[in-house]
């Protein structure tokens, strides 16, 4: 049996355990022999719209601080937990600016405009955020998910939950939007602080945790996401 099969979870505490204990829980498998939030849940959990619905705790999860949210790396959604996240921050984070990122030509514009926006109106949702940075238009929706991924793979930017799309009535209507918001605004609203360790010490206290935490497999393959 591997790592992977040996976690069940059939609450949103009882996932919030297996967060906790392994501190990165993508929601597919795509991490070798590692848990995640598909491999831990059963398929019948999925899409009742109950609050055993897994679809639902990835939303939970940033809410209520007890995991960030976002496509980090290899452009796939996971959970980090708080305990970790800076950690992982630290480690993904560009040390230059969106902007000096953007001059240096290593972003395109698209991603200044939607990080603007973002730091602006902190926990916007993703409706709002297409129309301020001018990328609503069809033809912007893959620059738009461009961005967002870019924004994400260096933690500049974090998924803060759902919001519900409501008529003028206030009635809900169709499906809920995503929302945004900056990481560190996200840390600083349930009080984590930053990683501010040397790189080599940071990536030694990386390796340290997938170490005594992961399998063999995932260890290797976290070993070469964050360069250790």
Not at 97 to 122: F, N, P
Not at 145 to 154: G, H, N, V
Request: hydrophobic letters at 40%; charged letters at 25%; aromatic letters at 10%.
């Amino acid at each position: 049996m591997t790592i992977s099969q040996q976690y069940q979870a059939n609450t949103y505490q009882e996932a919030a355990q297996v967060l906790r204990e392994f501190g990165i829980l993508p929601l597919s498998s795509f991490i070798p022999d590692h848990p995640s939030l598909e491999s831990i849940t059963a398929k019948g959990q999925w899409h009742t719209g109950e609050l055993t619905d897994p679809w639902l705790w990835r939303d939970r999860f940033p809410a209520e601080g007890l995991g960030a949210y976002g496509r980090f790396f290899a452009k796939k959604p996971l959970l980090i937990s708080a305990e970790m996240f800076p950690l992982v921050k630290n480690l993904l984070e560009d040390p230059y600016t969106v902007q000096e990122r953007y001059e240096d030509g290593l972003l395109a514009k698209s991603a200044v405009d939607v990080y603007t926006v973002i730091s602006a109106h902190e926990g916007v949702d993703s409706r709002e955020l297409r129309a301020k940075s001018g990328l609503k238009a069809k033809e912007a929706k893959a620059e738009f998910d461009r961005a967002l991924i870019d924004l994400q793979s260096t933690t500049d930017i974090v998924i803060a939950g759902i919001s519900d799309r409501l008529q003028e009535s206030g009635v809900k209507s169709g499906w809920n939007s995503t929302c945004y918001m900056t990481a560190a605004h996200w840390m600083e609203l349930h009080q984590l602080q930053a990683d501010a360790s040397p790189t080599p010490e940071a990536k030694m206290k990386m390796r340290t945790f997938v170490k005594e935490r992961c399998s063999n497999a995932a260890a290797a393959y976290l070993t070469k996401i964050f360069k250790l």
